[in-house]
């Protein structure tokens, strides 16, 4: 029987069936395997950004963490906890703090008392302050009154703000005083990780999602909490507990650092490949989820394109070659993103540690011109005042002279009493002349930086010792006001000393060519302290500039009579004493400056001054 061309591919097509379901077969067992595959692929592409993302969080722990420490060695800071009720200061510490908090771009800046209570906050001027808030019940707060560095993440429950506090004690000697912490929000971190192809999670200790690329995952839980863990949460109000809600979660291990975690169930469910990294300072567990679908998508076509190789033989053999080649090429790309990757963090981790260098370098820069400026003022000053001081000496030194030659002649007519007399008078010239020696001396020798309590007189007393010959070279008139008792305030001697003859100077300066120049100087105790006044009969300060005058390199004087230095230094130093230096035009006439200071007690022993 002749063969019909219908049994012919009938036959053909039996025997077709055969590779086709080998074909079929083959996938079946490599699907599970290629999908595993691009499973595992894809989750060690991610995790170069997963390492990115880990080192911008550890960078900003670690600028953050040493902040409230520097912070807590203000003296103002001290100076509030010790005077809670000074409004006044209290309103210098509320703006001191909102320009520290936009300086260090940190969300929060804020002081608390022994108790929690909240004195002073960058935040004062805002609806939700903090000032006047209780965060005793903080560990960061508790961590801090220890004596150790408070650290904490958690939902601000005054400003309704995800943030990572940092606290440190403040002391006023061996005595913690109260605390001061920094905030800084996460908010930002999210915002560059949202739009990527892979979602990022934080979690704590316990599981808790607190940040998270998916603003709905965010207080959802990964694992069941006990109930001690959620009477903590409460207790220290970490995270709203009536919004932790259990996110469903399934996982699966691909290989030493990969997972397939499933989130949610039935329909609604996601996978996910995952590897996560642990940040040991914070004790957190940072994990990247790249979408699991892209991987199947990519199994399937690969075995298509092997399906298509053999059923059609020699063009599925070019299709397959040229397919590796750009699976090949691929590979190397992302081999290449990863390794820039790599080296972009690296870079980035060495420009960190540079900046920190370079930070440490420039605040020790600026506290070595200080002191080399505290320096320079004095020296200026003393040049100044060296053509006076050189007449005040003549004079004592010609009357030596002729005292010495008026002895000899008494020796030579044998009247020894008249020639012990004149003895005695040159023994008083050189007591004066040793007296401005010494003062000169004092007052150019180069201060340390111990401050301790100062007699206010004492310091008035030397600073005209030093001015005397300026002065009456002026012709000017010196009223001073003393209390009925002594007063000790806190400071150096040497650099306050420096302080007067720089007011006493200008006084003298904005006095040039009047004919009976007047300067009043008065002490008075005031609730907290002392306030030292200099008071000038000139023409006063002009008043738009009064705010300027404490400025670097800014002066009224006309060219070659200052740099405009020595009130900034000055200011500088009282600010170091824990006191103000302000300036105003008096009511009668003529400036007026003010030098205010913390009250000390005596020391113990006579002449036990803080020494410089």
Known sequence: MEERPHDRTAGRLGWLAVPLALCVLAALFALPRLERFYLIRSGH????????????????????????????????LKALLAHPDDSALRDRVNE???????????????????????????????????????????????????GGLGRFFALG????????????????????????????????????????AADILVTDLDGIVFMSSRPD???????????????RIRETRQYPVDQMRPLENSRARLDDTLSLLTIGTGEEAESFVTSATTLEAAGWRVSILTPAAPA?????????????????????????VQRRARILERLADQRAQQELLERRVAERTEDLRHEIEERKAAEHRLRTTQKQLVQAGKLAALGQMSAALSHEINQPLAAVKSYAENAATFL???????????????????????????????????????????????????TFGLMAAQIRKAGAVVEIVR??????????????????????????????????????????????????AVRDHGPGLPEALIEQVFDPFFTT?????????????????????????AARNHAGGGAEFTVDLRRAEAPGQPGDLAAE
Not at 45 to 74: I, K
Not at 217 to 231: E, K
Not at 296 to 305: D, G, I, P, V
Not at 484 to 497: C, D, T
Request: charged share 25%; net charge neutral; no cysteine.
């Open 45 to 76: 592409a991610a995790e170069a950004t997963l390492r990115l993302a880990v080192e911008g969080l550890n960078g900003a722990l670690r600028r953050y963490e040493p902040l409230p420490g520097l912070l807590g060695e203000r003296p103002i």
């Open 96 to 146: 001191e703090l909102r320009r520290t908090a936009f300086d260090l771009n940190a969300s929060d800046v804020y002081v608390m008392d022994r108790t929690g209570l909240t004195l002073a906050a960058s935040s004062y001027r805002k609806e939700l302050s903090f000032v006047g808030r209780n965060f005793g019940y903080r560990p960061y707060f508790l961590e801090a009154m220890k």
């Open 157 to 196: 429950t005054t400003s309704g703000e995800r943030g990572y506090f940092y606290a440190a004690p403040v002391r006023d000697g061996e005595r913690i005083a109260g605390v001061v912490a920094v905030k800084f929000t996460v908010d930002g971190f999210e915002s560059a990780w949202q739009g990527g």
């Open 217 to 231: 995952w965010h207080f959802r839980t990964l694992a069941p909490l006990s109930d001690a863990v959620l009477a």
């Open 296 to 320: 199947l998508h990519q199994a399937l076509t690969t075995l298509a394109a092997v399906g298509a190789a053999v059923l059609l033989i020699g063009l599925a053999a070019t299709i397959v």
């Open 412 to 462: 030579d007519r044998d009247r020894p009493d008249d020639a012990r007399e004149n003895v005695s008078r040159i023994s008083q010239m050189a007591d004066r002349m040793a007296a401005i020696s010494g003062n000169l001396r004092n007052f150019a020798r180069r201060p340390q930086e111990s401050i301790g309590p100062v007699p206010a007189d004492a310091v008035i007393d030397d």
């Open 483 to 532: 209390p009925e008792r002594p007063v000790w305030v806190m400071g150096g001697r040497l650099r306050l000393q420096q302080v007067m003859v720089n007011l006493v100077s200008n006084a003298l300066d904005a006095m040039e060519g009047m004919e009976a120049p007047r300067i009043e100087i008065a002490v008075v105790e005031t609730g907290g302290g002392a306030r030292i």
């Open 557 to 581: 004087k006309r060219p070659g009579k200052g740099l405009g230095l020595g009130l900034s230094i000055s200011f500088n130093i009282v600010e170091d004493f824990g006191g103000t230096l």
